[in-house]
Each structure stands twice: as C-alpha cells, then as structure tokens.
C-alpha cells in the first residue's frame, strides 16, 4: 500500500536558520496539508495546497513559513528563521478529495536550539 | 478554543472487552468526524470516520456512534486487543469545503493481556 514519506526523519537546526522540511505524497492524492504536534500537545492544522497554491492556513502559518510543490511530486515546508517554539513533529498529510479522509505521513522532528 | 475534547487522557481495558473512546466538540458546523491511532514516533493512521448524516458507522471491530443533538462520538473496539494500545485522536472537519481537522487531545489506550 502506498506511503506519505518525508525526510528528514529528524531534523535539528540552530534558532535564526532556514530549515525545509520534504514529503512525497501518495501519488493519487490532490490535495496536500501539513500539520504538527508540539510536544504534548495537539495535532494543530497548519496549511492546504490545492491546484497548486495554499487554500487555507491557520494563524500559526505567518510568514516565515512557506509551501510548494515544484516538481508535481515533491512538497516542501519551509521555515525561514526557525524558532525555539517551531520545536514540533511536522506530519505531511494527503488526501484525494473524493473524502475528508486524510492520510499522514510519519513525520519529521524538528528540534530548534 | 477546544472545539474537540477527549476528556479521559487514559483508558486501560482487558484484551478481550470493549474498550470505549470518547469525544464531545463544541461547533455545530463540523460534519464529519474521523478517528486516528497513534503509535509512538508514528504519523496518526486512519481508523473510521462517520459523516454527520449518519448516527454510526461500523468496520470489523471498530464501530464510531454520533449523536449530533448532544455533539458527541464515541469508538468502540470489541473485542480489544493488546495490539490496539497506542494514542486515539479524534478530529473534525467543518462543511465548507475547507478541509482542516481539528484534533481532540487524545486518549491513550492501553490494553492488557
């Protein structure tokens, strides 16, 4: 059965540094999300991409952060100037749209010092 | 803003029995509710959803109950097994064509042997 996989699988970075964060989505699957779970807390929506732009993001999603899909398969999350409280598990997420059902992938642990 | 909420962080059960899961939400516009298992440094895994129309849902040993005039839902696993110990989240999704889900916090399910 396919899979959501994303890379790093952890990721550590210094506070003020750029991190991006890669997934490949399932392949029949249109639209894309990221989410995250800061430490025990909740999964917290972050951003959608369909068509190819952001359909909807949450508040937690200003502008340091940043989404694209450049080559139709790859989908990045990218983080401009990360920060200690960016420390979360980022999941990528697809869905074919046909349903609400979304599938996540394993997620990457960004650690920010 | 806790529009879902799992209320008992924790449910241990005997392999075997029914093992119950709760979940209230508060925003009357959500109409559809989704049920995730989490294991450790694991993305969430679909489990069974139930659209707002209907008042339960039902696959192999897994069953969701909604009762839409008191916002709740339930997932009932009979019978238990130790394999089904992990993190269940329940999420919501609104009925504006956005897609995001909005999580519960989760209720850790343990199941003994």
């Known amino acids: 059965e396919p899979e959501v996989t994303q890379t790093p699988s952890h990721q550590v970075t210094q506070m003020g540094q750029e991190v991006i964060l890669r997934c490949v989505p399932i392949?029949?699957?249109?639209?894309f999300y990221w989410y995250r779970q800061i430490l025990g807390q909740k999964v917290e929506f972050l951003v959608s991409f369909y068509n190819n732009e952001i359909s909807e993001k949450s508040e937690i999603f200003d502008d340091q952060f940043s989404v694209e899909r450049p080559d139709g398969s790859n989908f990045t999350l990218k983080i401009r100037s990360t920060k200690l409280e960016d420390s979360a598990m980022y999941f990528c997420?697809?869905?074919?749209?046909?349903?609400?059902?979304?599938?996540f992938g394993p997620g990457t642990r960004l650690t920010v010092t | 803003d806790q529009q879902v909420k799992q209320n008992s962080p924790s449910l241990s059960v005997q392999e075997g029995r029914i093992s119950i899961l709760n979940c209230d939400y508060t925003?009357?516009?959500?109409?559809?509710f989704l049920w995730y298992k989490k294991y450790p440094a694991e993305g969430p895994t679909f489990l069974i959803s139930?659209?707002?129309?209907?008042d339960k849902n039902e696959d192999g040993r897994f069953t969701v109950f909604l009762n839409k005039s008191a916002k709740h839902l339930s997932l009932h696993i009979v019978p238990s097994q130790p394999g089904d110990s992990a993190v269940y989240f329940c999420a919501a999704s609104l009925d504006t064509g956005r897609r995001a889900l909005t999580f519960g916090s989760g209720t850790r399910l343990q199941v003994q042997p």
């Open positions: 139930i659209s707002s129309i209907k």
């Open positions: 997420v697809g869905g074919t749209g046909g349903s609400y059902e979304q599938y």
């Open positions: 392949s029949n699957h249109l639209y």
């Open positions: 925003n009357s516009m959500f109409d559809y």
